[in-house]
């Protein structure tokens, strides 16, 4: 018997003041919504995947990831069929599984899932599965930083396999938001205290211009290589810095100060300018702070436009009339989260398919060589107003860039290139996830109709019979097809296109901060009960 607990928030969670064109951009969404979950009900139920192409199913931790991922997906869109079936399976999921559940992954996918889905039905199943699953992978946390990987079953914390057992920086430094929110709600403290303990001692470490090697070795407690990049094992380090601070209402100043931080080493040692366009980029610096520059940015870069808008506006409403409120420093990282999702929206906009590839290399204009890199987005935002786009737009609502007037229109890829093996879409939210944030912090309609455009790629060139897949390569007309559908497609990336189009007050920004897999747990403040027995930095 399945009994519901209905999210008691006083508005109903789809409200009906939708203009006609959101409220049909909604209404797809959610249709593509069920499509992607009855397919994988229909042909792989209970496995971690659904491969549309073979009409099968494919396990990685064994823990049913895409319905753990979907189900608050379906109750925020209100879909109640699908959020029955998935709550029906998770109320008698086992944990017992063999191999190597890495506990980065099921951190973020199943203990922030199951506690997104508690924090709006307020189903005690929910609460109580998340601290089932926190409790095993307490083991992992016995050495200096965490080790990659536990076999749930045995309840044995293992080593990377690579690497001198090294673990990403970004996975040691991306459990925070969960189990801080766990200890909230179950009272404990242990969650709480384990995860800050490792930020505490990351914090020891010597981080020039906050930025941070993608590696770590968990025994030893130091950085691993020079390696340094916003894209893969460094990308949600620098989400969960701000993210944390605002998680606790702005209570703990030490994420404050060391985000703001990374910020500034971002500006100085990552930033370059495409040609022909001008476009701002974020590269990575593959050996350290040296002379090195890369142009290569990851898809998951495009995180960070989400992020240094959310942190510049603490997720309020901040229109072009009201900029002048802002900190100046405030205002040039809301200046730079939108020069950037431009740029992530280039990424799609100049391919063939309308659909992003996995890894670009930007052209890089002389410009961003010969000039110090502190300068560079001095540099280009000079560019900004001597192309005389600071008198528009004052209601916030159009994009009169005039930078961008003579964009090419076509598909062609003239700002970067994508190298022969890094074509691939694999679905991914980074896009959406900003443009979503952008639209709420600036009300700027582009944000929708970009993500709009996205939206009608994903359709036209992604979706099958069977559901949604990832693509082998996107610069092709047919793309050829991977056999995959990624948990995060309905875990994220559907989500962050509904709340796109939705109406404003739904999950609003100042109230619930998204996990890096995009379930929203609500700002709190610890009560002063376990606040007693919980670490705080200074
Ligand atoms: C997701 O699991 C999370 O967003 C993570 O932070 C990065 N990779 C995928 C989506 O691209």
């Known amino acids: 018997m399945i009994a519901f607990y209905i999210y008691n928030r006083p508005q109903p969670i789809v409200k009906q003041d939708l203009q006609p064109i959101d409220r049909s951009r909604t209404n797809k969404v959610v249709q593509a919504l069920r499509h992607s979950m009855l397919s994988y009900e229909k042909y792989a139920w209970g496995k971690d995947e659904l491969l549309p192409l073979s009409q099968t199913g494919s396990d990685w931790f064994t823990l049913g990831l895409t319905i753990i991922d979907g189900t608050d997906t379906s109750f925020v869109m209100g879909q109640t069929d699908i959020l029955a079936k998935c709550q029906e399976w998770i109320e008698t999921m086992s944990f017992a599984q063999e191999g190597n559940s890495n506990v980065f992954e099921i951190t973020i996918r199943v203990v922030g899932g199951l506690l997104s889905a508690f924090q709006l039905t307020h189903h005690p199943i929910y609460k109580q599965k998340a601290q089932e699953l926190a409790d095993i992978l307490l083991v992992a946390f016995e050495t200096h930083f965490p080790l990659s990987s536990v076999n749930l079953k045995e309840r044995k914390a293992i080593a990377a396999h690579f690497n001198n057992g090294a673990s990403s920086t970004a996975e040691a430094t991306t459990l925070q938001l969960e189990f801080k929110y766990l200890s909230h709600v179950t009272g404990n403290p242990i969650y709480w205290n384990k995860v800050q303990e490792i930020m505490q001692r990351f914090f020891a470490l010597d981080r020039p211009s906050g930025l941070v090697p993608v590696f770590l070795n968990p025994y030893s407690g130091q950085l691993q290589g020079n390696e340094i990049r916003l894209g893969s094992r460094g990308d949600s380090y620098y989400e969960y810095l701000a993210k944390q601070w605002i998680q606790t209402n702005f209570t703990e100043p030490v994420f404050e100060r060391e985000y703001r931080k990374s910020v500034e080493g971002i500006r100085r040692h990552l930033l370059g300018i495409s040609q022909p366009h001008g476009f701002l980029f974020v590269g990575e610096r593959p050996n350290g702070l040296g002379d090195i520059f890369s142009t290569k940015m990851d898809h998951l870069v495009c995180f960070l436009p989400g992020t240094l808008a959310l942190a510049a506006t603490r997720g309020k409403r901040v229109t072009t009339k ?122 700027k309609q582009q944000y929708r109709e970009w993500g709009w455009s996205i939206f009608e790629s994903f359709e036209k060139y992604s979706k099958i019979e069977s559901g949604y897949t990832c693509l082998v390569n996107g610069l092709m007309i047919p793309p050829p097809k991977r056999d995959k559908m990624e948990s995060f497609w309905v875990g994220e990336t559907l989500k962050y296109f509904y709340l796109l189009f939705a109406d404003e007050d739904v999950l609003p920004l100042d109230r619930f901060v998204f996990n890096t897999e995009a379930h929203p747990l609500p700002v709190f403040e610890p009560k002063e009960e376990l606040k007693k027995q919980l670490l705080f930095l200074s």
């Open 322 to 443: 009201d900029r002048h409120k802002l900190s100046k420093q405030d205002l040039r990282d809301l200046e730079l989260a939108e020069e950037l999702a431009r740029s992530c929206y280039e990424m799609y906009r100049q391919t063939p398919t309308g659909l992003a590839s996995e890894i670009v290399f930007w052209n890089a204009s002389p410009v961003t060589k010969r000039l110090p890199t502190p300068s560079v987005l001095d540099y280009h935002q000079g560019l900004v107003e001597t192309a005389d786009t600071r008198s528009v737009p004052d209601d916030g609502e159009t994009d009169q860039d005039t930078r961008f007037k003579y964009l090419n229109p076509d598909r062609q890829m003239l700002d970067f290139e994508i190298h022969t093996y890094d074509g691939h879409n694999l679905l991914r939210p980074e896009t959406v996830e900003s443009l979503f944030v952008l639209y709420r912090i600036t009300g």
